[in-house]
């Protein structure tokens, strides 16, 4: 059974950092990329980042380039985004996915196929 898990969200005060993990489980190949996004109240859903699983080479969205940086862990199956200098306006659920392939698409929603359950981030004084 694919499964994804997020953690590392929170409370921080606007300048600060967050580390979030996604742990991805079950899946029978190394070929799928890991993407990042995030959905803010009354707002549609965001793409951030992304990993492609073949090179780990990475984009991100212009909105947290130079901010936010997207990595994968030791274990093949972890993927960070460290969070730093963070604004009120990355106020949000950030959750990950997953995308079959050699290198991510990035803001392709359609094709992200499996999709954790999020974590919060707050960003406020």
């Known amino acids: 059974q694919v499964q994804l898990v997020e953690s590392g969200g929170g409370l921080v005060r606007p300048g600060g950092s967050l580390r979030l993990s996604c742990t991805a489980s079950?899946?029978?190949?190394?070929?799928?990329?890991i993407g990042w996004f995030r959905q803010a109240p009354g707002k549609e859903r965001e793409w951030v980042s992304c990993?492609?699983?073949?090179?780990?080479?990475?984009k991100y969205a212009d909105s947290v380039k130079g901010r936010l940086t997207i990595s994968r862990g030791n274990a093949k199956n972890t993927v960070y985004l460290q969070m730093n200098s963070l604004k009120p306006e990355d106020t949000a659920v950030y959750y990950c996915?997953?995308?079959?392939?050699?290198?991510?698409?990035?803001?392709?929603?359609?094709?992200?196929?499996?999709w954790g359950q999020g974590t919060q981030v707050t960003v406020s004084s």
């Open positions: 996915a997953t995308e079959r392939g050699a290198y991510c698409s990035g803001d392709h929603f359609w094709a992200y196929e499996y």
């Open positions: 990993i492609s699983s073949s090179d780990d080479s990475t």
């Open positions: 079950g899946f029978t190949s190394d070929y799928y990329n």
